[in-house]
């Protein structure tokens, strides 16, 4: 049988029309076997994996992307194009430059500036605002609140450079109020908006680049499990 796609190599139907977007695909893994009920797997390709279960009786997939926007694009364009996926939320980590973000808290993206030009190409050559999908938003700061998880609300920043070269990487984005750095939601977003799906970044506060601190690998998989959760719950609310 040819493989549906050039990097996946799920039957049709194999994917739910929500799926969950780590950048590890280990983390994947992990999310299905921790958090979905009935998980197969259903993508293996180049290693990126792909699952697919239940999370309180809604069908929920999840697969990596890899890092970037470019690796995340494709396969996300992908499981929009190609295997009727309608709501894709990254769950990831990134940086905080705000001071108020803290380690382990959550970032729920609301925009994405970037110094890619990835939505340029999609916008005829013009600025693009690439902002999450509001009822999503609405459902994970609902869910937040419930679950008493400290959460901020705003912009981050993609990047196409994981290591700057500028001396002061950060000013700028500080004065307008760019809570955190990382590297896929602004090509997700603007990749939701040209295929007409809906998006959200849920991201946690993996590294405090202000004051310099850096959670444990212990303290990464506890609170990724936290990010994880209000995802889910938020895709259950947004169902409902």
């Known amino acids: 049988m040819p493989t549906p796609t050039p990097h996946i190599s799920a039957a049709p139907g194999d994917f739910a029309e929500a799926i ?19 998980a197969r797997e259903v993508n293996a390709v180049r290693n990126m ?17 890899g890092m970037g ?11 929009v194009a190609e295997y009727g996926v309608k709501i894709l939320v990254r769950v990831g980590s990134c940086g905080a430059i705000s001071a108020e973000a ?32 509001f009822q999503l938003l609405r459902a994970a700061a609902r869910v937040a609140e419930a ?13 196409d450079l994981f290591y700057s070269s500028e001396p002061e990487p950060f000013a700028t984005m500080q004065k307008m109020g760019v809570l955190a750095v990382e590297m896929e939601t602004a090509g997700l977003y603007g990749l ?21 601190e850096v959670m444990s690998s212990d303290d990464r998989q506890t609170s990724f499990d936290a990010m994880v959760r209000l995802a889910l719950e938020a895709l259950v609310l947004d169902a409902g």
């Not at 926007?69 to 499981?79: D, F, K, N």
């Not at 729920?108 to 030009?117: E, P």
């Not at 679950?147 to 990047?159: E, I, K, N, P």
């Not at 939701?192 to 310099?212: C, F, I, K």
């Open 192 to 212: 939701a908006a040209e295929h007409g799906v809906r998006a959200l970044a849920v991201l946690t506060v993996s590294d405090q680049l202000v004051a310099g």
């Open 69 to 79: 926007v470019p690796s995340t694009s494709i396969y996300a364009h992908e499981l």
């Open 49 to 65: 994996l792909g699952f697919t279960g239940s999370y309180k009786g809604l069908a929920v997939s999840v697969m990596g992307t």
């Open 102 to 133: 803290k380690l382990r808290d959550v970032i729920l993206a609301v925009g994405a500036c970037t110094d890619s030009r990835v939505n340029r190409w999609r916008y005829d050559g013009h600025d693009f605002a690439a902002v999450a999908d």
């Open 147 to 159: 679950q008493g998880v400290s959460v901020h609300a705003g912009l981050v920043h993609t990047s």
């Open 20 to 38: 969950l977007l780590p950048g590890d695909p280990l983390r994947a893994r992990y999310i299905a076997e921790n958090h979905l009920e009935g």
